[in-house]
Nanobody, 111 residues
Framework: QVQLVESGGGLVQPGGSLRLSCQAS????????MGWYRQAPGKQRELVAD???????RYADSVMGRFTISRDAGKNTVYLEMNSLKPEDTAVYYC?????WGKGTLVTVSS
């Protein structure tokens, strides 16, 4: 079992920034990839970014150049730095490891 706890969501104006964090605990010795997904109202959950244990990253086209994913292996934590936020980035953001999901953190981009 892996437990994931996200934090850092909130309300931000367009063009603003937020940093999400996800701390993993439990049976985490074999974690290879950690990722962030998001689900906007009425839409399917989609991959935002993920990062392997070796530091290789992958991003959705819609966030490329604006979001940065990173991880601190010692703290079993993955981060998502979000810059130049747009209203269309509004969604619940979920942390994912293997088949485990966090409860999500809401990001609202609005003036």
């Amino acid at each position: 079992q892996v437990q994931l706890v996200e934090s850092g969501g909130g309300l931000v104006q367009p063009g603003g920034s937020l940093r999400l964090s996800c701390q993993a605990s439990g049976s985490i010795s074999d974690i290879l990839t950690m990722g962030w997904y998001r689900q906007a109202p009425g839409k399917q959950r989609e991959l935002v970014a993920d990062i392997t244990s070796g530091g290789m990253t992958r991003y959705a086209d819609s966030v490329m150049g604006r979001f940065t994913i990173s991880r601190d292996a010692g703290k079993n934590t993955v981060y998502l730095e979000m810059n130049s936020l747009k209203p269309e980035d509004t969604a619940v953001y979920y942390c994912n490891v293997l088949v485990f999901w966090g409860k999500g953190t809401l990001v609202t981009v609005s003036s």
